[in-house]
Nanobody, 118 residues
Framework: QVKFVESGGGLVQPGLSLRLSCTGS????????IGWYRQTPGKQRELVAS???????YYTDSAKGRFTISRDNAKSTVYLQMNSLKPDDTAVYYC????????????WGQGTQVTVSS
């Protein structure tokens, strides 16, 4: 089984930006709907944004206007550009197929930590 690999997290001040990257199975990245999820301690993992194989995107209300999801099929990579970051965006960010199903559990990677703090 091929797990997704996330990168690009870090510590940033409020108002600044980060770009996360997600790599994984070439077929998954190019064909299926890929989502970015995030999780904070004690809370369930939540979907933040997703992108379909034909490029249609979906955002939660908290992400609309600040986050942009995109894919580069040549690099088998899905990105999440996060602008105007807020402390509430602090979480571990993961990518996986979307919408969530327990069938995708084997594909979770280690995630990438995003911390927004002054």
């Amino acid at each position: 089984q091929v797990k997704f690999v996330e990168s690009g997290g870090g510590l940033v001040q409020p108002g600044l930006s980060l770009r996360l990257s997600c790599t994984g199975s070439t077929t998954f990245i190019k064909v299926y709907t890929i989502g970015w999820y995030r999780q904070t301690p004690g809370k369930q993992r939540e979907l933040v944004a997703s992108i379909t194989g034909d490029g249609s995107s979906y955002y939660t209300d908290s992400a609309k206007g600040r986050f942009t999801i995109s894919r580069d099929n040549a690099k088998s990579t899905v990105y999440l550009q996060m602008n105007s970051l807020k402390p509430d965006d602090t979480a571990v960010y993961y990518c996986n197929l979307a919408p969530y199903s327990s069938y995708w559990d084997d594909y979770w990677g280690q995630g990438t930590q995003v911390t927004v703090s002054s």
